[in-house]
Nanobody, 126 residues
Framework: QVQLVESGGGLVQAGGSLRLSCQAS????????MAWFRQAPGKEREFVAV????????YYASSVKGRFTIARDNTRNTVTLQMNSLKPEDTADYYC???????????????????WGQGTQVTVSS
């Protein structure tokens, strides 16, 4: 079992940047697909970004493409999400998630992920 702990959330003005981190512990996650999701108040959890186990493949939601970057360091058991040019609509709780295996085309579905962190809050003021 892998445990995930997110950090790095906070309050930032529109146009600013934040870097979220997800620290994994327990069994190694180096072969797992890792992703970030977010959930705003009153809304469903939505896909943000995903990265393959070897970092060769990354996908982003259209709403964040060009502004967010997902990365991982398997030697340090970390996954990060660099968020630039933040907008008020990026305000949400951000969750790190991992999947043992995932079929292409389903990476955006929360139900395909096997383990989750507790989330970190991001608030972007206008």
């Amino acid at each position: 079992q892998v445990q995930l702990v997110e950090s790095g959330g906070g309050l930032v003005q529109a146009g600013g940047s934040l870097r979220l981190s997800c620290q994994a512990s327990g069994r190694t996650f180096s072969r797992d697909v890792m992703a970030w999701f977010r959930q705003a108040p009153g809304k469903e959890r939505e896909f943000v970004a995903v990265i393959s186990w070897d970092s060769s493949t990354r996908y982003y939601a259209s709403s964040v493409k060009g502004r967010f970057t997902i990365a991982r360091d398997n030697t340090r058991n970390t996954v990060t999400l660099q968020m630039n040019s933040l907008k008020p609509e990026d305000t949400a709780d951000y969750y790190c998630a991992g999947a043992y295996t995932i079929n292409s085309g389903t990476y955006y579905l929360p139900s395909k992920y096997n383990y989750w962190g507790q989330g970190t809050q991001v608030t972007v003021s206008s």
